[in-house]
């Protein structure tokens, strides 16, 4: 079975638009958490997220037609899956070929997504007719063809962005849409690595795309206590919660012997990966990491390396008492006294829900590179459930080329990864 | 072409790769058994009234009954009829973070782990799996209402009234929207602590949960996976979704007939719900138990169109790769088929578009498999169909009967396939393909194999 290698990255959050710029703001110390200018947050209990600033849909995505067609979210998504496309060269390749090898590549390289975004605001278009029915649906019915845009199904759809980078690059493949909250995005590596291993592809995109920075999806996660009410300070003791960023991240994977046989650029290895549920429901998770502690067991088994060969962790690190306080455990239970150096980037880049574990793994394998594990701007002092991790405000050297990228979500869902860079 | 002029630089050669280990399973891989089935479809609550009819040629589409459609240029519907919470068992603290679907998902759920006779204890919960099609609509009409009422009375959102209302304060009704929720749900409910996942990918979402699934299976990650699909659309935004596309059915008078795949005068699809699960298990596992086999989950294959958003090519191309793919992964060919459960839509372009794929992938043998869209029946689950109608495909091996493709009168050359008409069709059926293409181009086809034949072979 030939290795699953990397082609290709691109990202896009408030902290960038490329992993390499998101590493920078990192290193330097800059966080994206800013306060809110997509809505008024005047008396609002929650002020603070890392947005997207000066947003500009045409330059991320030069398809005018398209933005009628697509959200917010989509215009991420398809910005990092192009971006990614492009660094591998499809394109270039691919026009390079005759007809029926074109057609090969398109048939042989596949897509997949993690989706998450514009869950409420997506029906707010329904708002005006709804208004004018006053609560008479026959009336709704009937003034529907003349108030919303017909396009609207299609607008909303969780699998936009599968279908259109899929378009805009010809990728004909084997594809999936994972809709699971935060883990979206790494399940989408995790299974495009197992297509490529089982020679369902040859090469394939997996993209994660999220913006949850929308007024009642900030409601619903303050009440239900999971929003900090300044920044995300993850392991530290004083932290009080999650903040919300948006952003979306891409990685153009493929077969090392495909890849070599058409010299595309080799920029670092899927060594494997783990999910797992914990059984617990939706928002409650176990104390003790127990489903952390297996999602790592099980991304160490699948790319058959020992813990040892661990060079850096990134953690999920939302900055949730619980979430860090049982990853925290996790991680000693599994690296013990030997853990290697621990950090975490949600704290400038925010969280990026489904986007968040692949834009992180863009920016882990940037660290790579640079042979260095970034501190932790917002971490001054290590709360006791976290005291023995060795997490830190200053930058430390990886011991490998590997890193182990951590990933959490609703549903109790645990994923891990563990990703080699190749340095130039 | 001389291996002199090979026009490949040497590989370098890597050392030996402790993968390789992978590489040996993969040759003895796994096979996966259909241990359970569970459902709630429009034609009944539970796979023997379901099954019941669609032996006896029944319809579940009438004129919508869960709100006003009166309105609506389309006004009919498959529903779930007199479905009572009753039958799921969950502590009733779950069941409130369950919204229609989940509901649904919940007691299909419940009879494919009954019927399976086995579900995870304390020793072997990291060994099952969920992996699940979830449909898109998340918020509640209810809910949506509510907020539009108290936030947006002018039709315009002012985001300072949200800090008041009731809707957009409950934890209730936020998780109910969440995409996590019928797979937190289900993994709380059977204590599944394995890998679990949700996929959508429009209509093609169950038939790629289910190829999901047995992919877990087949990687060793796990040994048994409860795996399906679930979705309601029938509220006034997800009819109002089709409506603005044109892609239901409007034939009002005569709901009974409006779904009628590949016939000449079809117009659109029938907008159905419910649910359907399997239980999935690795094949030596289910027979060192004992359990009853329906089939072999034999083969998944999928393929994106990239062509439009809505449709596939009328050449067929997309489908084509997936039946393909799937067929391969089967390690079978067309002529070991004996059933297609078409997707079948009744919309124009799909039963078009199908209908070449099907003729490119069987050739001569197309005039020999027999073809049926269950939908005709059913009407179009979107997120719960591919999981239902593989459900269907494992019944029609298990009880040897193909079910028909109903009200069909008027052929259409371009759907000139061996569709099974008037009465179901009592034969040994060996092998069967279901598919399931999405909006947004994404296709899945799922391939099931006879019992007997497996064992036969071993």
Known sequence: MSKVVITGSGAVCGAGRDPAQMLAAIVEGRSAIAPIESFDTTGWPVKNAAEIRDFNARSLVDDRKLHKLIRRTDMLGIYAGDRAAEAAGYGTHRDSLAEDAAHAFSDRTGIYVGSGGGAFENQYDFFPLMAQAHGDLAKFGGELPDTVNPMWLLRTLPNNVLCHVGIRNRLKGANACITNHSVGGTLAVIEATEALRNGEADRALAIGHDTPIEPQNVLYYHRCGLLSADTLRPFDARRDGSVFGEGAGALALETEDAARARGAPIVGEVLGGGYVSEGAGLLAIREDGDGVVRAIEAALADAQIDASGVGMIVAHGNGTSLSDASEAQALLRVFGNDCPPVTAFKWALGHLIAAAGIVETTIALAALRANTVPGIATFAKADAACAKLPVSQRARTPRSDVALVLCRGFAATDAALLVRALRA | MSTIDTPHPPRIRSAPSPRLRREGRAEGRRRVAITGIGLVTPLGNDVAATWTALDAVKTGAAPITLFDA???????????????????????????????????????????????????????????????????????????????????????????????????????????????????????????????????????????????????????VV????????????????????????????????????????????????????????????????????????????????????YRITDSPPDGDGPIQSMRAALADARATPADVDYINAHGTSTGMNDRSETSAIKAVFGDDAKRVLVSSTKSMMGHLIAAAGAVEVAICALAIDRGEVPVNANYREFDPDCDLNLVLERPRRQKVRMTLSNSFGFGGSNSCVVLRSADLVDDAR
């Not at chain 2, 690795?282 to 004992?290: F, K, L, N, P, V």
């Open chain 2, 70 to 220: 009166s309105g609506f240029s389309t006004r009919i519907a498959a529903e779930v009829k007199d479905f009572d919470d009753g039958v799921i068992t969950a502590p009733r603290k779950l069941v409130k973070f369950a919204n229609r679907s989940h509901r649904f998902a919940l007691a299909a759920a419940e009879e494919a782990m009954r019927d399976a006779g086995i579900a995870p204890t304390d020793d072997d919960a990291t060994r099952w799996g969920c992996s699940v099609g979830t449909g898109m609509m998340g918020v509640d009409f209810a809910d949506l209402s509510s907020v539009q009422r108290h936030c947006a009375p002018d039709g315009e959102i002012d985001p300072h009234k949200l800090l008041s209302d009731i809707s957009a304060s409950d934890p209730l009704a936020f998780c109910r929207s969440q995409s996590t929720a019928g797979v937190a749900l289900l993994t709380r409910r059977f204590d599944i602590r394995g890998c679990a996942t949700s996929v959508h990918t429009a209509c093609a979402s169950g038939g790629q949960a289910i190829g999901t699934a047995l992919k877990l299976i087949r990687r060793g």
């Open chain 2, 223 to 306: 040994d048994r996976v409860l795996t399906g699909g679930f979705d309601s659309m029938i509220s006034p935004v997800g009819l109002a979704g089709f409506c603005l596309l044109s892609a239901v059915s409007a034939d009002n008078d005569t709901p009974d007939r409006a779904s009628r795949p590949f016939d000449a005068s079809r117009n659109g699809f029938v907008l159905g719900e419910g649910a359907g699960f399997l239980v999935l298990e690795e094949w030596e596992a289910a027979r060192r138990r004992g359990a009853k086999i329906y089939a072999e989950l034999a083969g998944d294959g999928n393929s994106l169109s990239s």
